[in-house]
């Protein structure tokens, strides 16, 4: 049996939180998701773990520290700097994602509103990486 991938989610609403946990528990493979409330516990979940997350998806509209400032705090750690990290939010203007992708994420996820689109999404994100390794 393989190790489970480790995900890092920074997201404020735990609505959100459970709909992403119920599409990662359908995709193919064991994940193991780890949720914070904003990018300041991200970055100290980030800081004090010594296993760290595969990926790391981060809520765009978060309070205390949003998810573009969390991803510049984040590609400032050499440590990190391997980890993908996704920027995941109901905004999907342009601005947004180019914001994101300037700042180093390796996507932006536009939150579907259906968690059979949300697994989808998900699938083709980690097919992708995989392909990439």
């Known amino acids: 049996m393989n190790a489970p991938i ?7 609403d735990v609505d959100d939180q459970e709909i992403f946990s119920i599409a990662v528990s ?66 999907s203007g342009q601005s947004f994602i180019d914001d994101a992708l300037h700042h180093g994420a390796a996507t932006f996820i536009t939150k579907p509103s259906r968690i059979s689109d949300l697994v989808t999404v998900l699938n083709e994100f980690f097919t992708s990486q995989s392909d990439k390794k």
């Not at 480790?6 to 404020?12: F, H, K, P, T």
């Not at 510049?72 to 920027?87: C, D, F, G, N, S």
């Open 6 to 12: 480790r995900c890092l989610i920074a997201e404020d």
């Open 26 to 91: 359908e995709l193919d493979g064991q994940y193991d998701c780890t949720y914070t409330l904003n990018g300041i516990e991200a970055l100290e979940r980030l800081s004090h773990d010594t296993l760290l997350p595969h990926y790391i998806f981060l809520d765009l509209n978060m309070p205390r520290m949003n998810g573009i400032q969390c991803l510049a705090e984040i590609k400032k750690q050499e440590r990190l700097l391997h980890i993908p990290v996704v920027i995941y939010s109901t905004s």
